[in-house]
Every structure is written in structure tokens, then in C-alpha cells.
């Protein structure tokens, strides 16, 4: 069975400060990709970012990267250089062979002025 | 042009009433999904078609039902509406299903609320 858990309810971070999301996950087959989704107080999920398990190299996308750790099982999204326009919700999620996302618990991201 | 719309995006309904939400995809993908956000965030999957065939069918009440009629089209219709399934419902699309690769591209969401 496959489990994503994302350990920190909420954090703030200061603007322009850049601010680390906590996903580790479990799953006993090889093949796997994880993602991370925003959805900002208007309710809509916005792909951020994705690494597949078999990936060399950490992505990236623009402010967004992602520390994936495959012994430990972690994929932790950075934002850098936060902005307010960040302050959402954040999804760590997972897709293996099977056929749907398995959603973490989310984490709440405030950024202050 | 909106990839994946959902229709309504607003719905409250008394108990007991029958409803449906209505979800389209101009992406040209062959999957479709619909999952459920509760009240504490969390999101599930709740069904899921590949070329108009149920391929996810989680324990969800049998008073949900989806339907396919083509590709692009996934309705959820939902019977004997309970104070319990006042939710977020996410229709998602990708192109194909069973890779690990593959991206989902989600609707804005129905929030439905049953009073």
C-alpha cells in the first residue's frame, strides 16, 4: 500500500525567505512519481512539479524544486524567494502502476509581508 | 479555453434530493477522474474511466454513480444527497492511465453543500 505524509500542518515563512514542504513517502514498488499540487484559497489544484523515482536529478521549475531523497523516501518541495501570492495549501502526492494520485494530508504555507 | 471544466461549481441541495455534476476535458485525454476533497482538506479518489471503461470504483456509497458517455465527458450523479457528502468534488483528466509518469490536470472543483 502506498502512504504520503506531509508532518507539517502549517508554516509561515517571511517574503522573500525561501521556505522548505515536508513529503515522505512508502511504497514497495520501484516505479513511482511524485508531485506536488497548490491550491490557493480560490479552491483550484495547480501542478507545480514533478520527479519521477528513476530521476538523476532533483527538478526544478522556476522558484519551485524538489529534494528528492529516495533512501529516505522524502521529496520535499523549496520555494524560494517566497511571495505572498504562495500562501495556499500544498499537496504531496504519489502515482505508481496504479491508476490515481494518493494525496498527503496537505500543508497550509502563509506568507508574510 | 478551460482544459478541464466542471459544472456547477456551486451546489446546495436540501437532503434527500438528487443532484449531478457535470465535468468536461478539451485536452483529448482518455482517462478521467473524480475525487472527493472533505471539509479537513484531504483528498481521495472516488471513481476513475479510461476510454469510458471503470477502471477505479473505491468504496464510495452506491448511491454515486458515474458515467461516461464519451472521452471527454465524466458526470457524477449522486442520489439521496446526505449531510456527509457536503465536499470539494475534483473531476481530473491525464492521457492514459496506468503509468507513473502521467500528470493529472485538475477542474476548479463543485463544492457541494447539503442542508
Known amino acids: 500500500a502506498q502512504k504520503i505524509t506531509q508532518t507539517q500542518p502549517g508554516m509561515f515563512v517571511q517574503e522573500k525567505e525561501a521556505v522548505t514542504l515536508d513529503c515522505t513517502y512508502d511504497t514497495s514498488d520501484p516505479s513511482y512519481g511524485l508531485f506536488w499540487y497548490k491550491q490557493p484559497s480560490s479552491g483550484e489544484m495547480i501542478f507545480l512539479i514533478y520527479q519521477g523515482s528513476y530521476d538523476q536529478q532533483n527538478a526544478t521549475e522556476g522558484r519551485y524544486s524538489l529534494n528528492f531523497q529516495k533512501a529516505r523516501k522524502s521529496a520535499n518541495l523549496v520555494i524560494s524567494a517566497s511571495q505572498l501570492g504562495d500562501s495556499a495549501m500544498y499537496f504531496c502526492?504519489?502515482?505508481?502502476?496504479?491508476?490515481?494520485?494518493?494525496f498527503g494530508k496537505g500543508t497550509s504555507l502563509l506568507v508574510t509581508p | 479555453d478551460t482544459a478541464v471544466s466542471q459544472t456547477p461549481k456551486y451546489l446546495v441541495t436540501q437532503m434527500e434530493n438528487d443532484k449531478s455534476i457535470k465535468c468536461e476535458q478539451n485536452?483529448?485525454?482518455?482517462?478521467m477522474y473524480w475525487y472527493k476533497q472533505d471539509s479537513k482538506k484531504f483528498l481521495k479518489i472516488m471513481f476513475s474511466?479510461?476510454?469510458?471503461?471503470?477502471?477505479i470504483n473505491e468504496t464510495v456509497p452506491n448511491r454515486f454513480s458515474p458515467k461516461s458517455p464519451d472521452k471527454a465527458h465524466l458526470n457524477l450523479h449522486i442520489n439521496s444527497l446526505e449531510l456527509g457528502d457536503s465536499a470539494v468534488y475534483f473531476c481530473?483528466?491525464?492521457?492514459?492511465?496506468?503509468?507513473?509518469?502521467?500528470?493529472?490536470?485538475f477542474g476548479p472543483g463543485t463544492r457541494l453543500t447539503v442542508l
Open positions: 474511466y479510461n476510454n469510458k471503461e471503470l477502471i
Open positions: 502526492a504519489m502515482k505508481n502502476s496504479g491508476y490515481a494520485l494518493n
Open positions: 485536452l483529448g485525454h482518455d482517462t
Open positions: 481530473a483528466s491525464s492521457q492514459g492511465a496506468g503509468g507513473y509518469v502521467i500528470e493529472q490536470f
